[in-house]
């Protein structure tokens, strides 16, 4: 079942991706937000997309590797982050003259995390070999991308563990990721409406 749904997402992604939004004005504005965002990790090997979807609003996807911890233990694998976020600085950023290219501010997310067992390299949880944990929760996160297109992304959150032949918890989430971002990005020239 798990499967399907992710096949099913990856699928929505070129309708997604071929939709026509306006980046000034109107329904969808997009001013400071990248409309599509492309970026390779480095440290945690994996890539990273986040769409925009309104003035400073984003849904994205990470897979890379992760580290679940709640009260149970830990498990250490790949993992598949689905954030939707929302940007709260971008305008003060700009009257400060601070670059929001490439989706360079402080974001609000619910997040979601699955961790699955096919894929884990290491944990200390007592439970049978096929387990899988989703996390549920919020995150508050800080994103910078540079001029050379390198990009840093910090979340730091709490939710709700589901285990799924393993017992739920609680517990924290953080997550960082250095990467390139492979996709061009807007100019660092402020914007006037």
Known sequence: MKYRIILFALGLLPVISNAQWQERGGTFDLV????????????SPGFTYELGLFKN???????????????????FG????????YYHNFNR?????????????????????I?????????????????NLGFFGMVYGIQRTYDKGFNF???LGAGYY??????????PLINFTFGWVATKRKSKEPVFD
């Open 57 to 75: 609003q984003s849904v994205s996807a990470n897979v890379g590797l992760g580290l679940a911890t709640y009260q149970e233990g830990y498990a």
């Open 93 to 113: 950023r700009e009257r400060l003259d601070k670059n929001t290219s490439g989706n360079s501010g402080n974001y609000i997310a619910a997040a979601q995390t």
């Open 162 to 171: 589901r285990g799924d032949g393993v017992p739920s918890g609680y517990g």
């Open 115 to 131: 961790f699955f067992s096919q894929l884990r390299i290491a944990t200390n949880i007592e439970a049978p070999k096929d387990f």
């Open 32 to 43: 400071h937000l990248e409309r599509h965002q492309f970026k390779l990790n480095l440290i």
């Open 153 to 155: 992304n910090l979340e």
């Open 78 to 85: 790949l993992a598949l982050n689905n954030r939707y976020r």
